[in-house]
């Protein structure tokens, strides 16, 4: 039972611990450019989950017959291959979103997220660990991407996943889905976020500095 | 000639690689503390750029046309390997050139702008000539982008900042500043 | 590479290294299958890409011209416009509709130009009768979201180019300031998006319209 619970937590640590966006600061470029609407999020979230499992997978599994010195090439060329397949996937039963996240989705190659977890994790785990670590990760990325998609399109349009949120009478605020809004937005998330994290902490040590009082008082 | 003239002035200002299409983030975040380390990056990735734009015409012209599928894995592996072949002939034709410049050029390899720049140029269908000054504006939007970054950071190094808002939050947030003041340079092609 | 190869041995502890037959060996077997892959999926996604992108130029045609219910390709070669059955479009091709009984009815002539933020697609309907664009549609841009993406959301806009006389060039006036014919109202907020719309049209136009043959000379519906 053991190994379970530590590949549960292989799985949950990427979604706020590590976040490979907030925590990490990783695969800013797909993050910034495609977060203009939550839909554009989701897929684009999707198209890296896909990604990251089947190459973490990949890694995983062939790790004995890859030699070290050409390891960053062979997983370069499996990352490009399944982001070619999500390309032309997409291409073919989502023509419209191809359309407006378009030279974007090639561009998940280049994202050190995806590349980062083969070196550092999918290479020295077994195959359970690595995917379940991919797992995470990934969604940890969408949901990141779907809190900025979120955020720039409710502020931005004044819609969620196209629907209207406040009538007629809103002004968008266009700078929102603009890319300075991009900047913006991710800073003021990662600035939420360190807040949470500090207050937290805080939190932890107070309770804990309160648990020790009450156990040296007990003690007298 | 106005053509461009068009495309390399909206690489550089309007549509800059960095501001606008958010390509190149992780050295623009990471490695603009510096001015004088951010030029040099920047002088780099125009190399680099240049030469992207070079190997991307040569495929596009005479490999994928056969084969279209095959573009983002041969742009992968043809640029990297260039790069490589570059670096390591700079390193023993001028040591003192590697010295500045090279130490960059693998770092700058798996850097998005450069396939950004490789598809764009592709998606636009730009020939060789127009892909060069792609690949010119591009370069020098992103070395503009990143000394503009790195001379606000330098400043802000003796600022008194909230602990809780340094670095990347503090970073994004001036560089979404950055940008917003850069979308002013729309208005240079409204009179057209 | 053997620079690296010893950067990346001194960091890691140093076993036998293999023989480069082996690495160049690890590479090909990566290459092969990474290969495969791709071409099966492109194969398997080809047909339906391709007539995805086929009804989109349809349904785009068929919205620029009125009752239309045929329509095909010429190729402007040789300086002459022929009938093309080839898959694929280039920029000397543009479009003749029909209407049921294969009676000619206008042209769909495409242009593209640089907009605010990249190259701008337009495509729209011509009657050579009465010199009228009958409609535009958008068939690749890259504007800004909320603003210059209007060229094809704001349908004020869109509905301005059906039945606009183009016997003299058109212009994009600001909005409320239309008085001529010939005029347009622009987008507020999208005021380059709209008047790169109306360059793009003129100069399709003018490098068109001295090509189309004279009226009744339209070349017939081959309805093979």
């Known amino acids: ?133 991919a797992v995470g990760m990934s969604a940890g990325f969408m949901i990141a991407l779907f809190a900025l998609g979120s955020v720039r399109e409710i502020l931005g349009v004044g819609a969620f996943f196209g629907i209207d949120l406040f009538g007629a009478n809103f002004e968008p605020w266009v ?41 040296v008082d007990g003690d007298k | 000639m106005d053509n461009l003239l068009w495309i390399f002035i909206s690489t550089l200002l309007v549509n800059n690689f960095v501001l606008a299409y958010f390509l190149g983030l992780c050295p623009f975040l990471g490695v603009s503390g510096q001015l004088e380390t951010s030029f040099r990056l920047g002088l780099a990735t125009t190399f680099v750029l240049v030469i992207t734009a070079l190997c991307a015409w040569v495929l596009n012209t005479y490999v994928l046309i056969y084969a279209p599928y095959l573009r983002l894995i041969s742009f992968i592996v043809v640029i990297a390997s260039t790069v490589q072949f570059i670096e390591m002939s700079i390193k023993k034709l001028s040591p003192s050139l590697f010295k500045s ?47 503009l970054m790195a001379g606000i950071r330098e400043e802000t190094e003796i600022n008194n900042v909230p602990a809780l808002i340094k670095g990347t939050a503090f970073n994004l947030i001036i560089a979404g500043i950055l940008s917003m003041a850069f979308m002013g340079f729309a208005g240079l092609f409204s009179s057209t | 590479m053997t620079d ?27 290459g092969f ?32 011209l009125p009752e239309v219910s045929f329509m095909q390709k010429l190729h402007f070669m040789d300086n002459k416009l022929g009938v093309v059955k080839a898959e694929g479009m280039d920029d000397e091709m543009i479009f003749a509709g029909y209407d049921k009984q294969g009676k000619f009815i206008g042209y769909a002539i495409q242009g593209k130009g640089p907009g605010f933020q990249d190259t701008i697609h337009v495509l729209f309907g011509y009657l050579s009768s009465n010199q009228n664009i009958t409609g535009m549609e958008i068939l690749d841009s890259r504007e800004t979201p909320g603003l210059g993406d209007k060229i094809f959301k704001d349908m004020d806009f869109v509905g301005e180019f059906i039945n606009l006389p183009i016997s003299k060039e058109i212009k994009a006036v600001k909005k409320g300031k239309k008085t001529q014919e010939n005029e347009i109202d622009a987008i507020t907020g999208a005021t380059i998006s709209s008047k790169a719309v109306v360059r793009i049209i003129n100069i399709a136009f003018n490098k068109w319209s001295s090509r189309l043959p004279q009226q009744g000379n339209e070349p017939l519906l081959d309805k093979n």
């Open chain 3, 33 to 64: 299958i990474s290969g495969i892959i791709i071409i099966a999926i492109y194969m398997l996604t080809f047909d339906t890409i391709k007539e995805n992108k086929a009804r989109e130029l349809r349904e785009a045609v068929f919205k620029v």
């Open chain 1, 175 to 215: 700078i929102m889905i603009l890319p300075p809004g991009g900047f913006l937005t991710l800073g003021l998330l990662l600035l939420f976020f360190n807040w949470f994290t500090e207050r937290r902490r805080e939190f932890l040590l107070k309770v804990a500095e309160s648990s020790r009082v009450a156990y």
């Open chain 1, 1 to 133: 039972m053991a190994t379970d619970t530590s590949a549960y937590e292989e799985m949950i640590k990427g979604l706020w611990r590590d976040n490979p966006v907030f925590v990490q600061v990783l695969g800013m470029c797909p993050m910034l450019a495609v977060t203009n609407s939550a839909i554009n999020a989701v897929v684009m979230g999707l198209a890296t989950f896909f990604v990251l499992v089947g190459s973490s997978f990949l890694v995983s599994s062939f790790k004995q017959w890859i030699p070290k010195q050409v390891r960053i090439s062979l997983y370069i060329i499996i990352i490009a291959t399944f982001v070619t397949v999500v390309d032309y996937s997409l291409l073919a039963l989502l023509p419209t979103i191809h359309k407006e996240l378009g030279a974007f989705i090639p561009l998940i190659v280049a994202n050190c997220m995806i590349l980062g977890r083969q070196e550092a994790f999918a290479s020295k785990h077994n195959v359970k660990y690595a995917v379940m670590d």
């Open chain 2, 101 to 147: 410049l090279g130490i960059f050029l693998p770092l700058i390899t798996t850097n998005c702008a450069i396939l950004g720049l490789a598809i764009f140029a592709t998606n636009r269908g730009y020939g060789l000539i127009e892909g060069l000054t792609f690949a010119l504006g591009a370069g020098a939007g992103f070395t503009l982008a990143m000394v």
């Open chain 3, 4 to 30: 690296k190869q010893d950067n990346i041995k001194t960091s890691s502890i140093t076993t036998e290294e293999p023989s480069s037959s082996r690495l160049i060996f690890s590479m090909a077997v990566a």
